[in-house]
């Protein structure tokens, strides 16, 4: 997994509720023999792109300056919906590294985690005035996401504390994944399913 | 203090506590599709951890081939090297597909329950997020993401960390027309579609214990459109009559066995949640969306809601909803006119779904400028159907009799609605673009969807 330990840019406010993942990502992308890192320019097609194929203007993702921007800032139950795993790594595609948002869909969350994608949850409130002093300063803005110590600091230099879990964190900042931690407890795993074996043997198959 | 059925079946599947709120736990069964099951195979074999328990992995293709009647692989071009992928990476290790052509085929959360894979009492997990399904047979069943179900392949285990519990309880009789897909959608409907974020779920009450195992599977089905993971109905007779018999369900004194262990998984009555809400069935009525996210549901009487007169939070996504449905506030929804009607998909493909929506459409016809197809959750319903005749009540209404897939829920197979169009689907989403970029979705139960196909419009199944 990728790393994270602290990203600095600008953060696009894309301020809609349940942001699903089929708006993040098409699920026929998934089906094209497309690579993890090649889905970056279809993530959010429905949006950036009109029917005909052309770019949207008025979509801020096609906006100066948040055009390249890592960090989304979003409202309520961001990455809800399908557990397509292609959603975060379309976001990582387009070169988002954070998304902040007041909660998110569980499977997404835990998907991100599994990328080096940080999840970020605020107050909706601290969400807001994130997005309005992004807009205060269009091109100077920038938000810092320190996973390390667990703060945003804002375009005017607010901190603003965060919470993630320490095995999570722990991962995220050594680009650890868990099946090679998984795996050095095989003895474990096996005393269970012997023990399982005799107490419920009508499920091994 | 008691246990909840959810914590009984978590407590018992724990190896290892890894601190911090995390565990290890044990994955007794693993589902496999096409759109992720081949590549994860593939990924875990790659870095070098092959099936750790084949025989805990089944497989079935249904999201990226055609559903057009006598299709093969080749029908959908696209989705071919998927299935082949699937087909060499399965056949490698001996885990068991059930292939297209094969007795067996169908969408993978009517697969499980129909062979008797899914059994009370077991974690099964599932590249999906409409594996919460399975918890209909009081399975604790969740949907995963691509490197979660490397992680079980290679382990059979999963690191997690504990949901709080909710229970839902659905207390009365259901009134006419009313179903259990009109019973989860009320209950989202109430509590929004983030209400179960970071919760397990557990329906209960009188109504859902009168509901046969079928109409258990399309409730638990829907848990994830309220944000939860996991939705579970305790096992009961009901459980067991519909299990008793099946492929892999055990047999002889291992049943009975079974059976007495899983007497003992009920919630006791003394347990706790964190959070309890309860719907009077009185107030349940057939339910249709009107919006682009499963809470944007009313009763199918009542009228389009106006954003003017909605909660404050709401507003913007309420017009912006709207506007990509093309829709008035304020206008009765009955009545609005409906370009296609699909039934189908995980939710409501089984064969009492189909027996709903048949009596409605039998001796009737499809409205002239109405599409209306009928995907059948798997080759085994689709077999039962034909016996029973029902296929001829569909084909004489006008209605296509497609073959078994996932098809229109999610489109990923090329099977969309148009651009523009208005459908009425028994699926799960109503999200933008789902059913196809433009694609305007309203949910609702197999028998409203066919009313909306004889109608051309949307129609109240009780005035039919």
New interface residues.
């Given amino acids: 997994m990728d790393k994270f330990t602290k990203v600095t840019g600008v953060a696009t406010p894309l301020m809609?509720?349940?942001v699903?993942t089929?708006?993040i990502i098409?699920?026929?992308r998934?089906?094209?023999?497309v690579t993890r890192e090649g889905l970056g320019p279809y993530a959010f097609e429905?949006i950036r792109f009109k029917?005909d194929g052309s770019e949207d203007p008025d979509c801020i993702f096609n906006q100066t300056p948040y055009r390249d921007a890592p960090i989304i800032l979003s409202r309520?139950?961001f990455g809800?919906?399908?557990?397509?795993?292609g959603a975060?790594w379309a976001l990582k595609g387009m070169g988002i590294k954070a998304v902040i948002a007041p909660?998110?869909?569980?499977?997404f969350n835990?998907?991100c985690f599994?990328?080096g994608l940080l999840p970020v949850a605020l107050p909706i409130h601290e969400i807001e005035q994130l997005a309005d002093e992004m807009k205060a300063s269009p091109g100077n803005a920038r938000i810092t996401v320190d996973l390390e110590n667990c703060q945003v600091i804002s375009p005017t230099g607010r901190t603003i504390p965060f919470q993630v879990?320490?095995?999570r964190q722990h991962a995220m900042l050594n680009g650890l994944?868990?099946?090679a931690?998984?795996?050095s407890?095989?003895d474990?795993?096996e005393a269970?399913?012997t023990s399982?074996k005799s107490s419920?043997?009508?499920?091994?198959? | 203090m008691g246990k909840t059925l959810f914590d009984k079946i978590w407590d018992s599947h724990v190896i290892t506590d890894l601190g911090n709120g995390f565990v290890l736990l044990h994955i007794d069964r693993l589902l496999l599709h096409d759109m992720s099951g081949g590549k994860a195979l593939k990924e875990a074999i790659d870095k070098g951890y092959p099936p750790v328990q084949p025989r805990l992995i089944y497989g079935t293709p249904d999201h990226t081939m055609s559903t057009k009647p006598g299709r093969t692989e080749h029908t959908h071009p696209p989705g071919l090297p998927l299935i082949k992928s699937m087909r060499e990476t399965t056949s490698a290790y001996g885990i068991k597909l059930f292939d297209l052509g094969q007795d067996g085929q169908g969408i993978v959360h009517v697969m499980g329950p129909e062979q008797g894979l899914t059994l009370p009492g077991t974690t099964l997990v599932c590249g999906d997020s409409h594996t919460s399904t399975h918890g209909g047979m009081g399975a604790l069943a969740f949907g995963i993401g691509s490197s979660e179900l490397v992680h079980v392949i290679a382990t059979q285990t999963m690191v997690q960390r504990k949901p709080k519990r909710m229970r839902a309880r659905f207390e009365g009789k259901l009134m006419p027309g009313v179903t259990a897909k009109d019973m989860i959608l009320h209950l989202i409907g109430e509590l929004g579609t983030a209400a179960g974020t970071g919760y397990s779920v557990e329906y209960a009450g009188s109504a859902v214990r009168a509901l046969p195992v079928e109409a258990r599977l399309t409730l638990c089905n829907l848990t994830i459109e309220m944000g939860a993971r996991t939705g579970m109905v305790a096992p009961d007779d009901t459980t067991y009559e519909y299990l008793n018999g099946r492929d892999y369900a055990p047999k002889g004194a291992m049943w009975d066995r079974a059976v007495a262990h899983w007497r003992t998984l009920p919630t006791d009555p003394d347990a706790e949640f964190d959070r309890e809400h309860t719907i009077d069935m009185k107030n349940v009525a057939p339910q249709i969306t009107w919006g682009t996210s499963p809470e944007h549901v009313i009763a199918v009487d009542r009228a389009i809601p106006d954003p003017r007169t909605g909660p404050e939070e709401k507003r913007g996504a309420w017009e912006a909803a709207l506007q990509y449905q093309g829709l008035e506030p304020g206008k009765p929804i009955e009545g609005t006119q409906v370009d296609w009607v699909f039934i189908g998909s995980c939710t409501n493909s089984r064969i009492s779904d189909l027996r709903a929506a048949a009596e409605i459409v039998k001796g009737r016809h499809k409205a002239d400028h109405v599409t209306a197809w009928v995907v059948p959750g798997s080759v085994r319903i689709k077999a039962e159907a034909e016996a029973e005749g029902l296929d001829r009540v569909f084909l004489d209404a006008g209605f296509e009799w497609r073959e078994p897939g996932c098809s229109m829920c999610l489109a990923s197979n090329g099977e969309r609605v148009p651009p523009g169009k208005r459908s009425v689907s028994t699926s799960n989403r109503n999200f933008v673009g789902r059913q196809g970029p433009g694609a305007r979705t309203h949910l609702a139960s197999p028998a409203m969807a066919a009313a909306a196909a004889i109608k051309g419009a949307i129609a109240d199944v009780r005035k039919i």
């Fill in positions: 809609r509720q349940n699903d089929d708006l098409r699920i026929e998934l089906v094209d023999n429905q029917p309520e139950n809800c919906g399908s557990s397509r795993e975060v909660y998110f869909g569980d499977i835990n998907n599994q990328n879990d320490a095995r994944d868990d099946i931690l998984t795996m407890r095989r474990e795993i269970w399913q399982d419920r043997p009508w499920v091994w198959l």
